[in-house]
């Protein structure tokens, strides 16, 4: 049973939202705030979560950057009514996978969630990982480089199975820290380029020229292997 959290105060909007879902088939949870919704989302094992932007407590954006900040990689679908560029690109900044205009039509809502749904089993993480003469054992948490086990910090692994996870994506590094420090821990965005550093140290067959991880100037990170 595939489960929906949607995080919507609109009665009218949150009920519609219910049951068109209901009749797809999925199992579906409404909360009314923000702080809710931050709860829940840490709580239970959902597949996916509709966000509001506009909640009472705490409003969309607050919410997506806590539950990324608690390591919780539930693809987040955001509604919001916004039309400003900017506010769409800060609610994927901290996070979210993508968003839907309102007011939207119920066909756009499903297949924007039957896509999310897809693209998040797809990069469910696999056992281990190749790339180059790197592999990557998410089991056993090791990465061996020609046979041999080099070591990581935890922050390191991590950040490579983000990457991994999230290949071919650019990740800024609000989204870096957002994805690899599940606590509150203080970390600067220097702090992330410091690591991204000793990681291609480590995986690189030349740090100096990294083909992996590479720079996008003004951007972020993004993992080529
Ligand atoms: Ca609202």
């Known amino acids: 049973m595939t489960r929906i959290l949607v995080a919507e105060d609109e009665p009218g909007i949150a009920l519609g939202l219910e049951d068109d879902l209901k009749m797809e088939g999925y ?3 409404v909360v009314g705030d923000g702080i809710a919704a931050s709860r829940r989302a840490g ?5 996916l ?6 909640l009472p407590g ?4 607050e919410v997506c950057r806590e539950v990324r900040r608690r390591g919780v990689r539930t693809p987040i679908l955001m509604l919001t009514a916004r039309t400003m560029e ?4 800060m609610g994927l900044e901290l996070g979210a996978d993508d968003y839907v205009t309102k007011p939207f039509g119920t066909r756009e809502l499903r297949a924007r969630i039957k896509a999310l749904l897809r693209r998040s089993r797809g990069v469910e993480s696999p056992a281990t990982y190749h790339f180059g003469d ?3 054992d998410f089991e056993r948490g090791e990465l061996r480089r020609n046979g041999q086990p080099v070591e990581l ?6 950040m490579l199975g983000y990457f991994i996870r999230s290949r071919g994506r650019v990740l800024s590094r609000d989204q870096l820290l957002a994805g690899a420090w599940s606590n509150e821990t203080f970390a600067s965005e220097r702090v992330v380029d410091n690591h991204i550093a000793n990681l291609r140290k480590k995986i690189e067959p030349d740090p100096a020229n990294p ?3 590479v720079n996008l100037r003004g951007l972020g990170y993004r993992f080529d292997g």
Do not use: Q, R
Request: glycine share 2%; net charge negative; proline share 3%.
């Open 27 to 29: 199992e579906v949870e």
């Open 43 to 47: 709580e239970a094992n959902f597949d």
């Open 49 to 54: 979560i509709l966000l509001d932007v506009m």
């Open 58 to 61: 705490k409003d969309g954006f």
């Open 86 to 89: 900017a506010e769409k690109v």
């Open 134 to 136: 790197v592999e990557v």
């Open 153 to 158: 910090t935890p922050i390191e692994f991590k």
């Open 211 to 213: 083909k992996y991880l």
